[in-house]
T-cell receptor, first 115, second 113 residues
Framework: AQSVTQPDIHITVSEGASLELRCNYS??????LFWYVQSPGQGLQLLLKYFSGDTLVQGIKGFEAEFKRSQSSFNLRKPSVHWSDAAEYFCAVGTTNFGNEKLTFGTGTRLTIIP | EPEVTQTPSHQVTQMGQEVILRCVPISNHLYFYWYRQILGQKVEFLVSFYNNEISEKSEIFDDQFSVERPDGSNFTLKIRSTKLEDSAMYFC???????????FGQGTRLTVV
């Protein structure tokens, strides 16, 4: 069965510093990979997605992620974080079963930004 | 920009009562989903719905749960007899077709007391 691991439960970063959030997945076929962000009291907003092609994908709010098949990873990066980036970040893998797709989420990484 | 809308944003109900969570997916989307997130835990898949029928459901989605698309625009999740452990944030999502991203609503926080 598919699974997603986000090894960092909580990360604290200074404003303006770079950020990398780790995500590892387990899935037998080629995965569809996603990063979602959830601000307090808000829903899930898609940051970026990987379906195929270029393994470095750009998303909204200056985020990017790199798919590395050999490492089964899809880490999220941002060169310089802003205070507004404080939120919970979820990595997810999309899996297809008989033509249906569903998302399997990781446990999330809570990002705190300090001035 | 089109969005998935969920109502209510927060619902408190007594154990054993029936609740209906409502969602209005994006209008040209064909695939609909419910997920839930128990406080402090990961987001979990409950059920997917396509062509007016359930296409897949998780182990969580037992006989107490049902989904319906009654009028071509709303997509509802009914919990027949709520239990304390049903307390969670419930997210509705929709997608236009396979191999595209799912758009999520803001969620309904269900509290069972």
């Amino acid at each position: 069965a598919q699974s997603v691991t986000q090894p960092d439960i909580h990360i604290t970063v200074s404003e303006g510093a770079s950020l990398e959030l780790r995500c590892n997945y387990s899935y037998g076929a080629t995965p569809y990979l996603f990063w979602y962000v959830q601000s307090p009291g808000q829903g899930l907003q898609l940051l970026l997605k990987y379906f195929s092609g270029d393994t470095l994908v750009q998303g909204i709010k200056g985020f990017e992620a790199e798919f590395k098949r050999s490492q089964s990873s899809f880490n999220l990066r941002k060169p310089s974080v802003h205070w507004s980036d404080a939120a919970e970040y979820f990595c997810a893998v999309g899996t297809t079963n008989f033509g249906n797709e569903k998302l399997t989420f990781g446990t999330g990484t809570r990002l705190t930004i300090i001035p | 920009e089109p969005e998935v809308t969920q109502t209510p944003s927060h619902q408190v109900t007594q154990m054993g009562q029936e609740v209906i969570l409502r969602c209005v997916p994006i209008s040209n989307h064909l695939y609909f989903y419910w997920y839930r997130q128990i406080l402090g835990q990961k987001v979990e898949f409950l059920v997917s719905f396509y062509n007016n029928e359930i296409s897949e459901k998780s182990e969580i989605f037992d006989d107490q749960f049902s989904v319906e698309r009654p009028d071509g625009s709303n997509f509802t999740l009914k919990i027949r007899s709520t239990k304390l452990e049903d307390s969670a944030m419930y997210f509705c999502a929709s997608r236009r077709r396979l191999n595209t991203e799912a758009f999520f609503g803001q969620g309904t926080r269900l509290t069972v007391v």
